[in-house]
């Protein structure tokens, strides 16, 4: 897993968790914002009071809209979280800004009932935000400093002693809520990191249990996972499938003259073919060696048709890998042989099934390579005879 993945997880989860809380921030800040104007009627400007109030909420119902699109179609996507996130930020710093700049026109020191419920409505607000933008310091750290801070310094320079001791106190609290939010941030994305190393450990597991390392194909046992679905769904929809059980023609002789290192070099253009010979709905797995196993479902429901639809595709395989390869500099041709077995007709399970097309596949190599042999069971007695004979001797 790359740095920018890591970096888009952080990003996507800091982003995710500040929009998820933002839409009551939102609701909350507007309230204060009314609450304050009403409180404030008698001690500042009124045109400059409702001037600051319509900002308020309409800066609140911009930012409200904006979360509530991230929220309806979120992003994956490094650039778009990116570019979220810096929008996100801009409308908290002109929010604390509009905050902040209450201190220059609900200042009254005169009033100093007034001056304590502005200040604690300020302190509530940025205490509000430690738990709701911690997860992005900058958005945190801005709010807290610009909302708070102008007035805490206005009550310093220019109150009488009650008013500069809340303002110290104000400050200590300030202090206490930068050392939170740092905390908090260092907290969640270690849990961030934590949850996506997590993640992608159990991906690499699932793809050590499934698929094949050289070629990253499916394995035998996602094969048979995946068959065995496939067989279910056909039962109940009475729509056809088909196993092509593939091996390479001579593969061993590549091996023994270029190296095993050509040899897997084939694996791969071989697997990288096939799978453009099917529909991705289509399963291509690797067994093993030079072994390979094609899925096909969803053919139709007539046994002609559908061993028409089987011959079409294994056609098309057979014309595919006869192109000849470019391995590194050298040109190689290789061929398959093809057997097949139809689900239902040729065997209700994945065993059956599998040994059967094998079956074919062997007939296609005595048949002298290259060809498509679909299964039948005097094949199945010809092997059975084989191995008997075997056995004897
Ligand atoms: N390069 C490479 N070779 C492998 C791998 N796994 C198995 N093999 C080799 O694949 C060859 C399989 O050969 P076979 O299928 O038995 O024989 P063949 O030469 O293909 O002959 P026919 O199948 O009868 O046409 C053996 O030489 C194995 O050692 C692998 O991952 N990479």
Redesign the pocket.
Known sequence: MNDINKKTAVKAAQLEQILASNVRTMLASTSMAIILAYMQKDNASYELLIAWLVSSIAINAVRLAFTLNCLRKPSTDFKTIENRLNKFRLGVVVSSLLWGSVSFFMFTPDEPRHQMFVIYMLAGLSAGAVVSYSADIICAMSYTLLSLVPMLLRSFWFGDEISIAISVAGFIYVGYMIASIRNFNRNMTENIMLRFNAVKRESEIKQLAFYDQ?TNLPNRRLLFDRLDHALAVSARSGRRGALLFL???????L?DTLG?DM??LL?KKVAERLLRCVRESDTVARL???EFVVMLEDLSDDIDEATKQVEKVADLIIETLNIPYMLNTLEHSSTPSIGIALFGDHGSSHEELLKHADIAMYAA?RAG?NVVRHFDFTMQEAASASDSQATVN
Do not use: E, I, P, T
């Not at 091996?247 to 002789?253: E, I």
């Open positions: 050289l091996d390479l023609d001579h593969f061993k002789m091996n095993h040899g897997d694996l093993g060696g030079d190599k390579r």
